[in-house]
């Protein structure tokens, strides 16, 4: 006699229990069908995302934060590939994604795996030993979804601000991908800022001055560019304060103009500290290249060299907001970029912002990869 469960046939009592249910039978198929196609498959910049969308990611956030599923992404795993160092991202993902109950394999490029190289057409004749090209096909292979690190280079500007190597990368796997930070993006510090905001109920509509600061060499423009579009599209009144000669790119400040205008909001420049810090909720501090020379160290230093008081001190606060908070997402420079005296200061949230990226990392994955 046929089995029927082997051989594909309905149990008769089958049939009476979902006639008796006909309603939640259909149910369940359409909510994982619905679920699957609301499933995020890429985390790449915060402008791929409507301010909605942003603000469902942080209500995950908070409710993940406050009841955890240590079993949601069970049988997951999650590949991280660094092209540069990490501190809080890579610890960060890898607790993000034991807490959902999940795996994950890190790749540090040159550090116990094969040097990778990331340029198209090139004669590997130097350190490198494999190319993206077939390393990550590989790695993508091994995990459900994959994070990529990789700086700005730092010597063409334009290429830089296209994310030329990291678009490149990201054409080479159809795995859910994550930028863990790319030239000109940071989306996972700018998604843990934007909860930092709302969790000290900082105004929408504040005054939010994201700062230069003095660093002895360029840093790039992935933090500062991710910042001032995630105060923009929150709806602040978002001031960047620089010296003359590191103004932001047009296009970052476009794109940071066009995201204001969505929200409410407003995007503008100044060199002058005490029209930008006048009632100021919010400095966020940051580091950056000057982009008139960009590529060019020596001009940069040279011209960095006369503005070691741009680090943040406390008679910086006299005219802003009583409560106003200061932000850098790390590492800083102490007494470069800012001074002891602030950072040790009851108005720094620099390790809640820290902390924040546990939580929001974790929506991220959720929302990515729970079945």
Known sequence: MLHPHRHGQRPARAAPAAAAHPRGAARRPAA????????????????????????????????LEKQPEPRAL???????LF???????????????????????????????????????????GAAAEHVREGIPALGAYCDALGIR???AGRDLASDLADTTFNAMASLTDKPLINLESAVNHPCQALADWKTLDDLAVPRAGRFVLSWAYHPRALPLAVPAAALHMAALRGMEVIVLRPEGFALPGAIMERARRAAASSGGSVRESAERADALAGAEVVYVKEWGATGCYGDT???ARLRSTLTGWCVRNDWFSITARECRVMHCLPVR???????????????????????????QMAVLHRMLKP
């Open 32 to 63: 994982r069908r619905a679920a699957r196609a609301a499933r995020m498959k890429r985390f790449l910049d915060l402008a791929d995302f409507g301010r909605d969308e942003v603000l469902s990611l942080l209500e995950l956030a908070r409710r």
């Open 74 to 80: 069970a049988g997951r795993i999650l590949g991280l």
């Open 83 to 125: 092209f540069n160092p990490s501190l809080r991202t890579l610890a960060s993902f890898q607790a993000a994604m034991a807490r959902l109950g999940g795996n994950s394999f890190v790749i540090s490029s040159g550090q116990g795996s094969w040097q990778l190289e990331t340029r198209p057409g090139v004669v590997m004749d």
């Open 150 to 152: 990789a700086f700005a």
């Open 298 to 300: 020596e001009a940069d």
């Open 334 to 360: 102490r007494n470069t970029a800012i001074a002891d005296e602030v950072l040790d200061s009851a108005r720094s949230v620099v390790q809640r912002e820290a902390y924040n990226r546990l939580p929001v």
